[in-house]
């Protein structure tokens, strides 16, 4: 089955400053690929999907990530991060039927004030 | 909207106790889903179905078990609740052959004392 590793599980970031957040993916097909946040308490919300096309693709809040088939990655990125964004964020990838999404760890980023 | 339905939003079991977890979806939806989420460990896969009647293991199925009788329905079920399943499930559905997003339910925060 497909699967996901994230890099990192926590990022400590100052407000302002830029971030990346890395995944790595594995499959033995054609894949798509998430990005979920979670906030304090809450549900997880999509930020942003690869299906197909352009391999840049851009989600709410600012936030953009790369599909690169050749580094099997799709690291998120903000060029500047609010306190608000202080979150859970979980990469996630599932292929064509039967459409099992696979999540990562998880990557706790903490923007600092 | 979809609405995926989770029976309890707080369980509290003992060792040993069958325990039954209920999710209902209300968009018709094929495929539905079973996580559990965990510190550190991100949303890992316990059992899905793409059809009723039918069930694939995830990638913790140990110690689980489902029912999928009607399309809307899919249900959990620990057989003999041991302290280590105490968790958040989540329940989530999608649209055959989606490629989209996951629909959550709210989740079950199940303890086992």
């Known amino acids: 089955a497909q699967s996901v590793t994230q890099l990192d599980s926590q990022v400590p970031v100052f407000e302002e400053a830029p971030v990346e957040l890395r995944c790595n993916y594995s499959?033995?097909?054609?894949?798509?690929l998430f990005w979920y946040v979670q906030y304090p308490n809450q549900g997880l919300q999509l930020l942003l999907k690869y299906l197909s096309g352009s391999t840049l693709v851009k989600g709410i809040n600012g936030f953009e990530a790369e599909f690169n088939k050749s580094q099997t990655s799709f690291h998120l990125r903000k060029p500047s991060v609010h306190i608000s964004d202080t979150a859970e964020y979980f990469c996630a990838v599932t292929t064509d039927p039967p459409n099992d999404m696979r999540f990562g760890a998880g990557t706790r980023l903490t923007v600092k004030p | 909207d979809v609405k995926v339905t989770q029976s309890s939003r707080y369980l509290v079991k003992r060792t040993g106790e069958k325990v039954f977890l209920e999710c209902v979806q209300d968009?018709?939806?094929?495929?539905m889903f079973w996580y559990r989420q965990d510190p550190g460990l991100g949303l890992r896969l316990i059992y899905f179905s793409y059809d009723v009647k039918m069930k694939e293991k995830g990638d913790i199925p140990e110690g689980y078990s489902v029912s999928r009788e009607k399309k809307e329905r899919f249900s959990l079920i620990l057989e003999s609740a041991s302290t280590n399943q105490t968790s958040m499930y989540l329940c989530?559905?999608?649209?055959?052959?989606?490629?989209?997003?996951?629909?959550f339910g709210s989740g079950t925060q199940l303890s086992v004392l």
């Open positions: 499959s033995s097909v054609s894949v798509y």
């Open positions: 989530a559905s999608t649209p055959a052959g989606s490629r989209e997003k996951l629909f």
């Open positions: 968009m018709d939806h094929e495929n």
